[in-house]
């Protein structure tokens, strides 16, 4: 009698072979960490940045930060500026030359070097027409020169002083040139004129303004004037002559003088008024 085999009550799965077509065996449902497997986070090294591009916004961002505090300044002074000359309406102070003397001139025949001696004396006449600015003066450096080719008629020096509100000052200066030499062609077309020839005075000096007890710092100030006509002096009158008596020595009157000796000195009847500019110099240049 043979023995026989049953089968089990649960028959075998299949091969991998049969259902996946070979290779390992797969298995359902698929187990959780098959399902929803997380990527494995691995940190990235920063990205190099550029130092030519950080360099450049940091340029910018000082060039706007400085623009503005430049804006910012210019409105400020505007405002100052503005509520200042609401307050006080400043006015600039004026210089008039009320007359000119040529008191003497010599002039050498050298054709190579001629030396010019000469001596003017000016009065001058300075108003302030503000009401509660006084303006403070250094010494004047005044100087005289021929307008047509500014040949040196000499220079003088006036001492400074403290002009008050709508106040009226003259002074007087001698201009005065003692053997200098001059350009041959220049001093003979300008000076050897027995009409005259016009003159062009400048005068330099620093001022400040005082409003109150406040005084503000003191800049160059530059007075032009122009226009004004010299005639030299009158010739001396000639020495009486000796006439000769029996018993002694007479001197003839001298003659009358003519109109033209008569002619005085003063050339300069009419007021010249004369241009007032500030000067002011920004490290090397002057404006």
Known sequence: ME?????????????????????APASF?????QMYQRPIYRPQAPAKRRRGR???????????????AVILLAVLAAVAGGAFYLLYRPHRPSFTVSSVRL?????????????????????????????????????????AATAANGVPLGDATVPGFTHQAGNTTVFTATIAANGVTVDPSGASSDIKKSSGFNVVLDGETRAGVRVGSLKTKKIGIQVHCEGIKVTPPPPPPPAPKKVK?????????????????????????AAHSCKVRVRVKIWKWTF
């Open 29 to 33: 449902p698929a187990p959780k960490p």
């Open 245 to 269: 008596g029996k018993n002694s020595t007479v001197l003839a009157p001298a003659p009358a003088p003519s109109v033209a000796d008569t002619t005085t000195a003063t050339v300069s009847t």
């Open 54 to 68: 950080s360099c450049r916004c940091s340029f910018c961002c000082c060039f706007c930060w400085a623009l503005l």
């Open 3 to 23: 023995d026989r085999v049953y089968p089990a009550a649960k028959p075998n799965p299949p091969p991998a072979a049969a259902a996946n077509g070979g290779g």
């Open 103 to 143: 008191t003497a001139i010599n002039l050498t025949d050298s054709a190579t070097a001629p030396v010019l001696t000469d001596s003017i004396t000016l009065t001058v006449t300075a108003k302030n027409p503000n009401k509660k600015i006084v303006y403070l003066y250094d010494d004047f450096s005044l100087s």
